[in-house]
């Protein structure tokens, strides 16, 4: 199924480690060495890589039209339906539904990680404009013939709430950690 990632680790994670790396043992007098904050970084760098590959690079069909679908829960809805009559598999529809949500959670993890305390506005906002970047990546990509991925408004739906998610489960972790040791 996932064919690919040992490629993409292999031609895009490897090197991208062995760069920071590099700097980090350049720099490493000037900016004090902490495992965990290294970890996190280098995960971070894998994740985002494996995203963008997926969401931007994973060959597709080069078609004539560009699927699109502007119309909130639409897909969504489609597959319930889809499901109820047996014209599609529930792990299907599930797949791309939770796939959709969790793909998100870890940049929800990234914002708590980076700014602690936002607010729900700005924590919206900021997980409406990431999915909105991918979903316009697409389009782009689509228009200069390089790949044709469906452009839908559900996919950025369920992407902001992943992000969200992320967000406020890495709170409530926090949270939980903080009364147990208190």
Known sequence: MMTWLPHVLLLFVLPTWLIYGISRFLFYRKYKLRIMIEL?????ITYFI????VVWMTPTLLLEYLPINLIPFKTIFQYFVEVSTGTLAFSTAFINIAGNILL?????FLIYIIYRRVSFNKLLLIALMFPLVIETGQLVLHLVDISTRTIDIDDLILNALGIVIGYYLLYLIQLFIKVKNT
């Open 40 to 44: 996190t970084i280098l995960g971070y």
């Open 50 to 53: 494996i995203l963008f590959y």
């Open 104 to 108: 998100t959670v870890p940049i929800g």
